[in-house]
Nanobody, 127 residues
Framework: QVQLVESGGGLVQAGGSLRLSCAAS????????LGWFRQAPGKEREFVAA????????YYADSMKDRFTISRDIGKNTVYLQMNSLKSEDTAVYYC????????????????????WGQGTQVTVSS
């Protein structure tokens, strides 16, 4: 059974940085992609970034690719999201998610295509 556990959220001032972690367990992820999504109050869940577990290929939302970096540590079965130059509009619950790679890269950005989700971690950016 796949489990995804996020950590690292918190309160940070605008311009600051945070690193989120997602510890993944329950299967081998060699043919999986792990993604980060976020959801602000009253808004739809939004794609942030994704990484193919084996190849390490990365995918970003255009609006965040200059400030956010996704990475993974295969030995620790953990995916990270480094967030820099945070803005108040980055305030949201951030979720880690996993799916297989077979549906194609387009679906890496589609929340409904992911099979497994973590519980989320709150990020609050104060201005």
């Amino acid at each position: 059974q796949v489990q995804l556990v996020e950590s690292g959220g918190g309160l940070v001032q605008a311009g600051g940085s945070l690193r989120l972690s997602c510890a993944a367990s329950g299967r081998t992820f060699s043919n999986y992609v792990l993604g980060w999504f976020r959801q602000a109050p009253g808004k739809e869940r939004e794609f942030v970034a994704a990484i193919r577990w084996s190849a390490g290929s990365t995918y970003y939302a255009d609006s965040m690719k200059d400030r956010f970096t996704i990475s993974r540590d295969i030995g620790k079965n953990t995916v990270y999201l480094q967030m820099n130059s945070l803005k108040s509009e980055d305030t949201a619950v951030y979720y880690c998610a996993a799916k297989d790679i077979y549906s194609g890269t387009y679906y890496f950005r589609v929340a409904s295509s992911y099979d497994y989700w973590g519980q989320g971690t709150q990020v609050t950016v104060s201005s």
